[in-house]
C-alpha cells in the first residue's frame, strides 16, 4: 500500500475521531453520557493513534499488529455508538453519519491487513 493511502486512513481517522469527541460534548449532561461518552471517545481516538502507531512500526508484523488493534478499537467504537442510538441519547441523522463512517473504517482496515499478509 502506498504512502498516499496510508495518510488518507490516518487523515480519515483523525477527522472520525474529532466528530465523535463533538458529538460527545452534545451528548446530555448525566451519569450514563459521561460512562459512554468517554468509552466512545477512547475508542474512536484509539483508532487514529494505533494507525500512527502502525506506520511507524519496526516490521510487518509490527505493522499489522497496530492495524489489529485499530480494527478492534473501531469495533468496540461501532458497539458504543449503537449503545447511544439504543438509550435514545443522539439524534439518528448524526448517529447515521457517524456509524457509516465506522463502518467504512472497519472496512478500510480488514483490507489493509489482508494486504499486508
Not at 488518507?8 to 469527541?21: K, P, Y
Request: glycine share 4%; with cysteine.
Amino acid at each position: 500500500m502506498g504512502e498516499k493511502k496510508y495518510q488518507d486512513i490516518d487523515e480519515r481517522t483523525f477527522n472520525f475521531a474529532v466528530r465523535v469527541i463533538k458529538m460527545v460534548l452534545q451528548l446530555p449532561n448525566n451519569v450514563a453520557t459521561w460512562k459512554i461518552g468517554g468509552q466512545v471517545i477512547n475508542s474512536a481516538t484509539s483508532i487514529n493513534s494505533n494507525i500512527v502507531q502502525a506506520r511507524c512500526g519496526v516490521s510487518k508484523k509490527d505493522f499489522v499488529n497496530h492495524m489489529r488493534i485499530a480494527l478492534k478499537e473501531a469495533k468496540e467504537t461501532k458497539r458504543w455508538l449503537e449503545m447511544l442510538v439504543a438509550i435514545g441519547m443522539t439524534t439518528q441523522k448524526m448517529m447515521s453519519l457517524l456509524l457509516n463512517e465506522n463502518e467504512e473504517i472497519i472496512c478500510i482496515i480488514v483490507k489493509i491487513i489482508k494486504n499486508s499478509n
